[in-house]
């Protein structure tokens, strides 16, 4: 012990006179530095250079500095804070540092961080604290905590110092998740308590949001709480249904269906039962069933109730409520459904012949007692449909469409018929100019001919024609024509006689339907009657038709030509309005007159009488091609010359077997005063001015002129002036009186003072007017003259 003491002093010594000594030969700093490059140079020296280059530091001793600041740091160093604290380059740092991490298993380099296993132990502990004041702890937030990797929280810190540092456990279906024994425990006390509470299926998203707790952890638990219930799936939508829910389903389904004889499918659902046939089926294994689509009925029920009284229905001539025999609660469709399910199987085949009506069943019996008064109406109906010639309409129509239907086929035998019968008629009309009345009754046996012509097609077919035509005219052909059904007997009329008998044993409300159900059939009972009288019907003759229409057609032409020769006499811009107002007129009732006559020859239906010029067009063209166009340019010829038209109209007549009688001039002078005289005789029946100065306007037009004229009331002006030179002053004077206090009433308001005191100025000068048309003649004109 002495001797070492006095080493230590020696040392002492030596160190001290070493430190007294001065140098006798000193080195610069730059001798230095080639001293140390030098070395480097021939790798006798190993030295890591500061980042200013101004110090050096053995490697060595930098691995102690770096240990020495991860110790400093508490366990955990951040490289690039070493860097900056040592003043050495990163580089040299992340070397060192991984060196230090390969050759100490203590110490661990995460992501530019030197750990040791102190820190691990440290943060081990801080986990713990967490733990246990959470219950539940999971990598995610740790990482997020400690700003390290998952996985090394996870294998370096969690893991291994689980059961020891950390105490809890790990989540069997989550290894990223640990939780406390305690966490357990209180999770699985909240599950057992909500549970066992629950009497109703409940959502378990809704049990999970009241008790706090996760639902992985509630489904991971269930199991070993056994509940009295179970939960419908793990899904998010998943139910809890405890058992005795489950038990008062299932003894109430019973209950209900033992006491009814059924069950509803919506009452199942409202229970929360989304599978309720299946569901029926499970809790009522020993039971037959219908199942309807509202309802499941027992069959026993069915068969003891329903089938008995059917049977006993079917045999008499009665009806049957099924309500009154059935349950209350089914609705007429519940009803509906129970009759044609039994009525649709093999067992039950005889019962097919009942009716179903709005829950009452009717035996065929029944139903044919009631209608029978309606068979009479149904051939009284046929009758009349003769009578007013409906039928005989119905039957042309039908004809034509058929015969549109078929025209494909027909059209080349059409095509070669059609010239013969042009050349026959052009001769036929062509013999009546020029041979007279005689020749004129010829032609109207020709067209009388191809009336009957038409009838004799119409007659050769049946009540099954019907069907023929209701197959052919659903093509939709463009030739072919949709005739409406002919409905003889109107529902109304089949209600009003069943209504009474219904009334009495309270079921009116069905007699509408009834009435529906067999209107086909006593319209068709009507029709096979309508059909039988027109079979015996003998066909009529056309003649009267052909001879009044042109005798009608020949007295307009004789109007038509009188007009003209008076309208002349008026100034020219004046004829050109005349013309126009009397081919508009007269021209155009020439025209309908032709045009109807046309369209019965072609067996065709006109509804309106009264057509204008587009209808007569498109009529034209449903004719014959030999009318179609000279009734096309009559039409035409109504916009220009009343020449024009005359040459049109005999054109037209031409065509129609009619003939043209010759000019009598004769005749003229009585159809201008049979015309006057009907003028006069309107003149005195009439009290409305300006309808008594437009009708003595033309009466004195025909007195002076000897000629008839066609005008409205907007041409008095052009009448009065030019009946005023044969006027003397006075006359002329009373008319434009006249004439000036009617214009005056027309413009003014009916109410006010001033057409109150035209009227009566009207009043006063009436008579003058009406004597002056009355009593004029022709030897006053020529006095005037």
Not at 152 to 166: P, S
Not at 252 to 276: C, H, R, T
Not at 451 to 478: M, V, W
Not at 509 to 515: G, Q, S, Y
């Amino acid at each position: 012990m002495g001797s070492d003491w006095d080493e230590i002093k020696r040392l002492a010594a030596d160190f001290q006179k070493a430190q007294l000594t001065s140098t006798l030969q000193q080195l610069s700093e730059r001798n230095c530095v080639e001293i140390v490059a030098l070395l480097l140079e021939k790798q006798l020296l190993d030295v890591v250079f500061t980042n200013d280059g101004k110090e050096y530091i053995t490697p060595d001793h930098l691995e102690r500095e770096i240990q020495d600041e991860l110790y400093t740091n508490g366990g955990r160093a951040n490289l690039v804070e070493v860097s900056k604290t040592l003043n050495v380059d990163l580089s040299r740092i992340e070397t060192l540092a991984e060196r230090i991490a390969e050759e100490n298993p203590q110490i661990h380099l995460i992501l530019g961080q030197l750990i040791d296993e102190d820190y691990i132990s440290h943060i081990a502990q801080e986990i713990n604290e967490k733990l246990a004041l959470r219950g539940e702890i999971s990598i995610s937030d740790l990482a997020s905590q400690f700003d390290l990797p998952s996985d090394f929280l996870q294998h370096q810190v969690v893991e291994k110092h689980l059961g020891k540092t950390i105490k809890g456990r790990q989540d069997s279906t989550n290894p990223r998740v640990f939780f406390t024994q305690a966490y357990i425990q209180r999770c699985k006390a909240k599950i057992r308590g909500a549970l066992n509470a629950i009497t109703r299926p409940t959502n378990v998203a809704t049990i999970l949001q009241q008790i706090n707790v996760q639902e992985k952890i509630f489904h991971s638990l269930l199991d070993e709480i056994s509940p009295a219930g179970q939960v419908t799936s793990k899904l998010s939508n998943a139910q809890y249904v405890p058992h005795i829910y489950a038990k008062t389903q299932s003894e109430w389904v019973q209950s209900f269906f033992k006491q009814n004889g059924f069950i509803e499918y919506e009452a199942i659902n409202k229970l929360g039962i989304s599978d309720p046939k299946s569901y029926i089926l499970k809790q009522l294994p020993q039971e037959e069933l219908y199942f309807l689509k509202r309802i499941a009925l027992q069959q026993r029920l069915v068969d003891l109730t329903v089938v008995t009284a059917l049977n006993e229905c079917n045999a008499t001539k009665q009806y049957l409520d099924l309500s009154t025999i059935l349950p209350s609660n089914l609705s007429v469709e519940d009803i509906e459904e129970v009759f044609h399910t039994l009525t649709s199987g093999p067992k039950q085949s005889h019962l097919s012949t009942l009716v179903y009506l709005d829950g009452i069943v009717f035996s065929q019996p029944y139903l044919n007692e009631l209608i029978q008064p309606c068979q009479e109406l149904a051939l009284s109906q046929g009758k009349s449909a003769i009578d007013s010639g409906i039928y005989q309409q119905y039957i042309v129509d039908k004809t034509l469409a058929q015969k549109g239907g078929n025209a494909s086929n027909q059209l080349d035998d059409d095509e070669d018929g059609k010239p013969d019968k042009r050349d026959e008629r052009r001769k036929k009309a062509a013999s009546g100019k020029a041979g007279g009345g005689a020749q004129g009754r010829e032609t109207k046996t020709k067209s009388t001919k191809k009336h009957q012509r038409g009838r004799a097609a119409a007659a050769q077919h049946s009540d099954d024609d019907d069907d023929d035509f209701q197959r052919g005219g659903g093509g939709g052909g463009s030739n072919k024509k949709s005739v409406k059904p002919l409905d003889l007997v109107k529902c109304e009329d089949v209600v009003k006689l069943i209504f009474p008998v219904l009334e009495e044993e309270g079921i009116e409300h069905l007699a509408k339907p009834i009435a529906k159900l067999y209107l086909q059939q006593l319209n068709q009972s009507a029709l096979a009657k309508a059909q039988e009288l027109y079979e015996a019907t003998p066909q009529t003759n056309r003649r009267q038709t052909h001879a009044s229409i042109q005798e009608r057609i020949n007295t307009l032409l004789v109007d038509i030509r009188l007009y003209e020769k008076g309208l002349k006499l008026l100034p020219q811009d004046t004829q050109a309005q005349l013309v126009k107002y009397l081919l508009k007129s007269l021209g155009n009732e020439i025209c309908n007159e032709l045009a109807l006559y046309v369209a019965s020859e072609c067996n065709l239906t006109v509804k309106n009488n009264n057509l204008n010029v587009d209808q007569r067009n498109k009529l034209a063209q449903e004719c014959d091609a030999q009318y179609r166009a000279v009734l096309v340019e009559q039409n035409k010829a109504l916009n220009k010359s009343i020449d024009d038209f005359e040459l049109a109209t005999e054109s037209v007549l031409k065509v129609c077997s009619m003939i043209i009688k010759k000019v009598d001039k004769k005749k003229d002078r009585l159809l201008i005063a049979d015309h006057k005289q009907k003028l006069q005789q309107q003149l005195l029946e009439n009290q409305e001015p300006a309808l008594i100065l437009h009708l003595a306007a033309l009466i004195l037009f025909t007195s002076i002129s000897g000629c008839i004229l066609h005008a409205s009331g907007k041409f008095v002006s052009s009448i009065l002036q030019y009946i005023r030179g044969s006027l003397d002053d006075q006359q002329n004077a009373l008319l434009i009186s006249y004439h000036d206090l009617v214009l005056k009433v027309l413009q003014a308001s009916p109410e006010s003072a001033e057409s109150k005191l035209a009227h009566e100025q009207l009043q006063g000068l009436q008579s003058k007017v009406v004597e002056l048309a009355q009593n004029f003649s022709r030897a006053s004109v020529s006095k005037a003259d």
